[in-house]
């Protein structure tokens, strides 16, 4: 994971600095313990192992379809709102972005 961040952080040209890149480094490597944590969970409450891998397939895809990466928070509609909330991923996606790039995501 840590060459993944300092090859992509460097080379997507995010800003320059190495607090910034720590800060970075840090929300990707938290992301991926709670995605892990999540896995372990599906898979101890699962029977059987395809059981598991379709359920944490479903659970990883609805977190990604509202988390913020495939959609903005203005595009998805108030009456499913509420995804967001439950997504892993969109405190992570904002958090990240806000620290490693020059933009401001409202």
Same mark, same amino acid.
């Given at each position: 994971?840590?060459?993944?961040?300092l090859i @992509?952080?460097? /080379?997507?040209g995010l800003?320059?600095?190495v607090?910034?890149?720590?800060v970075y480094?840090?929300? @990707?490597l938290?992301f991926?313990l709670?995605c892990g944590a999540?896995?372990i969970?599906v @898979?101890?409450?699962?029977?059987t192992?395809?059981?598991?891998?379709?359920g944490?397939?479903l659970?990883l895809?609805? /977190?990604?379809?509202f988390?913020?990466?495939?959609s /903005?928070?203005?595009t998805i509609?108030?009456w499913?709102g509420w995804?967001?909330v439950s997504?892993?991923?969109?405190?992570?996606?904002?958090?990240?972005m806000r620290?490693?790039?020059?933009? @401001?995501?409202d």
């Amino acid at each position: 994971m840590l060459l993944f961040d300092l090859i @992509t952080y460097w /080379s997507v040209g995010l800003r320059p600095g190495v607090t910034h890149f720590f800060v970075y480094l840090i929300a @990707t490597l938290l992301f991926n313990l709670a995605c892990g944590a999540l896995s372990i969970a599906v @898979t101890m409450g699962s029977k059987t192992g395809g059981v598991a891998s379709l359920g944490i397939i479903l659970l990883l895809l609805f /977190s990604m379809m509202f988390g913020g990466f495939l959609s /903005s928070r203005e595009t998805i509609p108030s009456w499913i709102g509420w995804a967001q909330v439950s997504s892993s991923r969109t405190e992570t996606f904002y958090f990240s972005m806000r620290a490693s790039c020059a933009i @401001t995501l409202d």
